[in-house]
């Protein structure tokens, strides 16, 4: 008997089959759920596209995420450290109309 070309090998073995129950309910097979690390209570991100749906949990979901901005950002810029700057330049200019309204009041 001829064995199946070892890619196909491998991509047969990231495919599971369930069925949807009537109130379509899916049953993530035990050894999927294991791979993934999924227990009761897990989070999971289910992401429809053109080709079907995708299950992913929510904590790969972020890494995703967190790996595509840090490819399209510049090294060099960090957004977090940008957005902080900002908020305390704005806290600034907030805290100087503060002292300045508080120094019209007691001249009044």
């Known amino acids: 008997m001829k064995e199946a070309p070892e890619e196909l090998n491998q991509s047969a073995s990231n495919v599971w ?9 899916i049953l993530i097979p ?10 009761s209570g ?3 991100v289910l992401e429809r596209d053109e080709t ?8 790969e979901t ?3 995420i967190q790996a595509y901005y840090m490819a399209v ?6 957004w977090s450290d940008s957005l902080i ?14 002292e300045q309204q508080a120094i019209e009041a007691e001249s009044e």
């Open 62 to 64: 972020i890494r995703q």
């Open 52 to 59: 079907g749906i995708s299950l992913r949990t929510y904590e």
């Open 30 to 39: 035990a050894d999927l759920r294991n791979e993934m690390n999924v227990e």
């Open 17 to 25: 089959h369930c069925v949807a129950d009537a109130s379509g309910r």
């Open 85 to 98: 700057s900002e908020r305390k330049r704005e806290a600034a200019i907030e805290n100087a109309k503060y």
């Open 73 to 78: 950002s510049p090294p060099e810029d960090v």
């Open 42 to 44: 897990t989070p999971l």
